[in-house]
């Protein structure tokens, strides 16, 4: 084979090995970029896991605040019933107003038996 000709494949081949390792280069940064977008996808998955659960506490907490104030309410509740269910059984002249703060006394109707 002559010289010449032998150099020649020789710088043609070692262009085409060159311009594969280019391609092989560009194709190791592609893929460099393809998992930091992976794990940006990652981190803005845990950063909405995250958000989830603090609106699962903010709803746990808020459900007991619900909780707490539906209980107080009924306790309320009842002990207006009391006071109302007192104040129909009490000795206070029907129209006038049942005396209040220190001086109330509710006197209850119902014959007392004693000891």
């Known amino acids: 084979m002559d010289p010449s000709v032998l150099a020649e494949n020789m710088q043609h081949m070692s262009g085409q090995v060159q311009s594969l390792f280019g391609l092989m280069e560009a ?24 958000e989830r659960e603090r609106d699962r506490e903010r709803q746990r907490e808020s459900d007991l605040r619900t909780d707490a104030l539906q209980e107080q309410m009924a306790r309320i509740s009842d002990a207006l019933a009391k006071v109302l269910q007192l104040r129909e059984t009490s000795s206070v002249v029907p129209g006038t107003p049942a005396p209040t703060g220190a001086r109330a006394q509710v006197t209850d109707s119902t014959p007392r038996q004693s000891c």
Do not use: G, I, N
Request: cysteine-free; proline content about 0%.
């Open 27 to 50: 194709d190791r940064e592609k893929e460099r970029e393809r998992e930091m977008e992976r794990e940006r996808d990652r981190e803005r998955e845990r950063e909405r896991e995250m």
